[in-house]
């Protein structure tokens, strides 16, 4: 068998050198990716670290201002660490912070110890996630980690075969609104199979977010919009500008929830 298949591949150059590239940029693509992903999980360790590191900070000079409240020293280290920290506050901490610069409470500083110790949980169970994604021993973390990188290369891939199959389709027509529609339907089908892609990669690693019902419907009719096309390819114009006006809502309701927080 084996002698066959090197018979095969002297037979017909060609295919030979077309696996040698395709393998050569395989390892390639698998390495650069290998590399930026353990970079931003770095990155993001260094972020989360910093942030417990701002609010334990602040959390002993809220301590100090409680247990000596007359104290112009603790109350000065206070409003330092305040503003050391303030860029890493979530909006419910910083809505805090205004009302205690407002009224200078004590209670208020109870409240901001509570809502800092929730927020330092949250950042250690997101740490601890990090660290285990670099470090952990069990055989499906390995495996999900060595897999992890080959996930952008396949999209990759998927985009160069797609893309290029349209290309010779446009060139293979001479009306030029065939043209136009084709490349419309070439877009939008890009858009749903990417928002598809996304989904799935989220869902695999644990960070979807997606908590509204009506983001959900939005996804969706973003997603299953295409299906115009199968009543009449001219119909690729509408779903792509349904898409489009989807995608803006689902931007400002987005934007909406992190005004409510």
């Given amino acids: 068998m084996m002698q066959e298949i090197l018979t095969y591949f002297k037979a017909n150059p060609g295919w030979s050198l077309a696996i040698t590239v395709f393998t050569t940029v395989l390892i390639w693509l698998y390495k650069e990716f290998k590399v930026l992903m353990e970079k931003d999980n770095n990155d993001k360790l260094a972020l989360v670290q910093k942030q417990l590191d701002m609010y334990s900070s602040v959390e002993a000079a809220i301590a100090q201002i409680i247990h000596r409240p007359s104290d112009a020293f603790a109350v000065q280290n206070f409003y330092n660490k305040l503003g050391e920290s303030s860029a890493y506050f979530t909006n419910d901490i910083k809505k805090i912070v205004r009302d205690y610069y407002l009224r200078a409470d004590i209670s208020v500083l109870r409240t901001l110890m509570t809502f800092i110790q929730l927020e330092c949980d949250k950042l250690h169970k997101e740490k601890s996630k990090l660290i285990s994604s670099n470090t952990s021993s069990d055989v499906f973390e390995t495996v999900s980690r060595l897999y992890r990188p080959f996930k952008p290369i396949i999209l990759v891939f998927i985009i ?18 065939a043209s136009i529609i084709l490349f419309i339907m070439f877009i939008s089908l890009i858009l749903s199979g990417t928002m598809i892609w996304v989904i799935i990669s989220l869902l695999m690693e644990g960070n979807l977010g997606i908590n509204s019902k009506y983001r959900w419907f939005l996804i969706a009719c973003l997603i299953v919009s295409p299906i115009l096309m199968l009543i009449d390819l001219r119909l690729s114009v509408l779903s792509l500008l349904i898409q489009i006006v989807l995608f803006i809502f689902f931007v400002r309701s987005r934007k909406k929830q992190l005004v409510r927080i």
């Fill in 160 to 177: 160069v075969i797609v893309t290029t199959y349209f290309i010779l389709l446009l060139l293979n027509q001479n009306n030029i609104l």
